[in-house]
């Protein structure tokens, strides 16, 4: 295999991979937020912003990955 191709599929493998694990995240955490909601409602702000500061910290892994799919495209 060619190096430029080796450098292709692993920043794909990167990104791809790393998105994963992120995305499961923030479906089980909005799925978790929303029976929260429902089996409380006067707690909704609360949860919200529970939600989104989880959301915030889950998403952070995925750019995480970007940046290395990145780096392994252009720098190395």
Known sequence: M???AVKLLAAGLAIGLGAIGPGLGIGLLAMGALQAIGRNPEAQG???VNMFIGIAFA???AIYALVVALILLFVV
Do not use: L, R, T
């Open 59 to 61: 998403e952070a892994v």
């Open 2 to 4: 060619e190096a430029e």
């Open 46 to 48: 609360q949860i919200q």
